[in-house]
């Protein structure tokens, strides 16, 4: 019994399927109630008294007042397609007033996944909760602290302080197999199937994160991103939100 393998180039679909840089409206509204292109629309995006949204300049952002009112993205309109490898990128600052306590909430997230038990909808009251394991491909806590300032997104345990601006991109791979990317860093890497890779700039900071029910059966067609009402005072800028299909068509396989 041989084992002989046919070797193949990988084709990946690299289909933008989600590009929102804040850049065509300074009214809220217009980017999430059908006004502009379709595919780059928010389902909602919250705007509540004691955490006001608004675009300016470009930068979209909310400015926490207090611990009332949580602040949400939400993208539940299904993505085109069923994605088997999902690139997810944004770009996050924080800014944290100088009475914020030495450490913070560690329940503020992203979220990539599918959203099955309703509370990815605004029209439902607990819109701002945390999802469940079952409905998460990939998950993204913010922490925050003053001393010395800065955010920390944490995956799977890791903890890696930043400050300033930030580009947090995801490489959710929902395939059986290991399949390689280009980083931001420009080099070729390897995440293995069922798994996602968490980079913060051109900084790997977190490989391999496993999903919490895995091998996972979530379908990688939505996100939400959530600050919570017990959040403290905080202002959030966020520049871009980009997505993209980079499912594999052709893998190498194995015949016995």
């Known amino acids: 019994m041989s084992l002989v393998f046919l070797c193949s180039t990988l084709n990946v679909k690299a289909q933008n399927l989600f590009n929102q840089d804040f850049t065509y409206y300074n009214v809220l509204e217009n980017y999430f109630n059908s ?6 629309q ?41 994605p088997t490898f999902l690139k997810f990128q944004m770009r996050v600052r924080f800014l ?13 997230f992203l979220c990539i996944g599918d959203g099955t038990n309703g509370t990815w909808t605004y029209k439902n009251a607990n ?4 999802p469940r394991p079952v409905e998460s491909f990939a998950r993204v806590d913010f922490l925050y602290k003053v ?16 400050s300033g601006w930030q580009d947090i991109t995801m490489f959710c791979n929902k395939t059986d197999y290991p399949v390689s990317y280009v980083g931001p860093d420009n080099v070729a890497t390897t995440v293995n199937g069922f798994y996602s890779d968490l980079w913060i700039g051109t ?19 939505k996100f939400k991103i959530v600050f919570p009402a017990a959040l ?9 939100i980009k997505v993209w299909d980079e499912s594999v068509l052709i893998d190498a396989k194995g015949k016995s």
């Open 35 to 40: 006004k502009s292109t379709v595919v780059n």
């Open 96 to 108: 944290p007033p100088e009475n914020l306590a030495a450490t913070s909430s560690g329940s503020s």
């Open 127 to 130: 819109a701002g909760a945390v």
């Open 42 to 82: 928010f389902d909602y995006i919250s705007n509540h008294e004691d955490a006001p949204a608004s675009v300016t300049a470009g930068v979209f952002s909310w400015n926490k007042n207090g611990n009332t009112s949580p602040a949400f993205l939400i993208k539940n309109t299904p993505f085109a397609g069923n």
């Open 203 to 221: 900084t790997k900071v977190r490989a391999n994160i496993r999903p919490e029910v895995g091998p996972s059966a979530v379908d990688l067609k």
């Open 147 to 162: 001393l010395p300032e800065g955010v920390s997104f944490r995956a799977g345990g890791s903890t890696t302080w930043f």
């Open 232 to 240: 403290q005072n905080m202002k959030i800028e966020i520049d871009y």
